[in-house]
């Protein structure tokens, strides 16, 4: 009763496989939800005829769908992760 003998296993760590693979599904959820926030954002403030004259320069577009782009990168990156692994 109680004794510990050579042959009992420690209780186990959660391998890095274990532990990281809810941390990446909450990351892939946060950064799909930017996705779909941050392209119609970017479409709507570079659209002329809705903004007027509040619309952002061209220059700060190009800019702003490079960073959309890479922001759909990393997404498709993480996906890619989580289901097929490191």
């Known amino acids: ?7 009992d ?3 186990s760590q959660p391998s890095r496989a274990e ?5 990446a599904l909450a990351a892939l959820a946060l950064l ?4 779909f926030a941050v392209i119609p954002l970017v479409q709507f403030v570079s659209d002329r005829k809705k903004m007027g004259v ?7 577009a190009v800019l702003a769908w490079i ?11 993480l996906l890619a992760v989580a289901v097929l692994g490191p």
């Open 32 to 35: 799909a939800d930017r996705r």
């Open 54 to 60: 509040f619309a952002i320069p061209r220059a700060v």
């Open 67 to 77: 960073v959309a782009g890479i922001i759909v990168a990393l997404n498709i990156k």
């Open 1 to 7: 009763m109680g004794r510990v003998t050579a042959t």
């Open 19 to 23: 532990w990281w693979w809810p941390l």
């Open 9 to 11: 296993e420690p209780a």
